[in-house]
């Protein structure tokens, strides 16, 4: 059973940058499609970008493309993601999920979440 | 893509059916999923490729297409379903969710 543990929750002032982790119980971390998506309080899901850490090509949505980094460390099963430049519109909670299947088709395991509170 | 759910809010009695759509602003084939979010908790997949139920979802969630326009049916509600569901369309390598149906039970 596909595990994806995050890092806990953050407080950060606006104009700082966030670098949150998740880390995949998996043997096959290599070839999974991981995906960031977060949720501001009382709104919807917004997809912000993923990558295959086997190729180390993140994508990343045009909302957050100059802001984002999506990163790998194979050797400790764990993606990063970085968003620089806070303001107080990202306060969310932020998600890593799995791609379902081999062309990632949904999310299929998600992590607990990552709250994270923007605010001088 | 721009993919535009309604109705916003369903209010529906237990052992109803439930129906929700979702509108794709361009072809996506069948390359749409649907995830349901309670309060507090990560959202969770039910159906991808439009129809394909994931693994231990219930047999009264189902998903059809027709074009670019996507249903979720719920039959015979159960109060575990009140939730907020969300399709998301994945045919580019830019995915997008629409804005959510929230049901009531």
């Known amino acids: 059973q596909v595990q994806m543990v995050q890092s806990g929750p953050e407080m950060k002032k606006p104009g700082a940058s966030l670098k949150v982790s998740c880390t995949v119980s998996?043997?096959?971390?290599?070839?999974?499609?991981i995906i960031w998506v977060r949720q501001a309080p009382g709104r919807g899901l917004e997809w912000m970008g993923r990558?295959?850490?086997?190729?180390?090509?993140?994508h990343y949505a045009p909302t957050f493309r100059d802001r984002v980094t999506i990163t790998a460390d194979r050797s400790t099963n764990t993606i990063y993601m970085e968003l620089s430049s806070l303001r107080s519109e990202d306060t969310a909670t932020y998600y890593c999920?799995?791609?379902?299947?081999?062309?990632?088709?949904?999310?299929?395991?998600w992590g607990q979440g990552t709250t994270v509170i923007v605010s001088s | 893509i721009v993919m535009t759910q309604s109705p916003s809010f369903l209010s529906v009695s237990p052992g109803q059916r439930a129906t929700l759509s979702c509108r794709a602003s361009?072809?996506?084939?069948?390359?749409l999923a649907w995830y349901q979010q309670k309060p507090g908790q990560a959202p969770r997949l039910l159906i991808y490729?439009?129809?394909t139920r994931a693994t231990d979802i219930p047999v009264r969630f189902s998903g059809s297409e027709s074009g670019t326009n996507f249903t979720l049916t719920i039959s015979s509600l159960q109060s575990e379903d009140s939730a907020t569901y969300y399709c998301?369309?994945?045919?580019?390598?830019?995915?997008?969710f629409g804005q959510g149906t929230k049901v009531e039970i």
């Open positions: 998301q369309q994945y045919k580019n390598w830019f995915w997008t």
């Open positions: 490729d439009a129809s």
């Open positions: 990558t295959i850490p086997f190729l180390n090509l993140p």
């Open positions: 999920a799995r791609g379902n299947g081999i062309r990632a088709e949904g999310m299929d395991v």
């Open positions: 361009q072809g996506i084939s069948t390359n």
């Open positions: 998996a043997d096959s971390f290599s070839n999974l499609t």
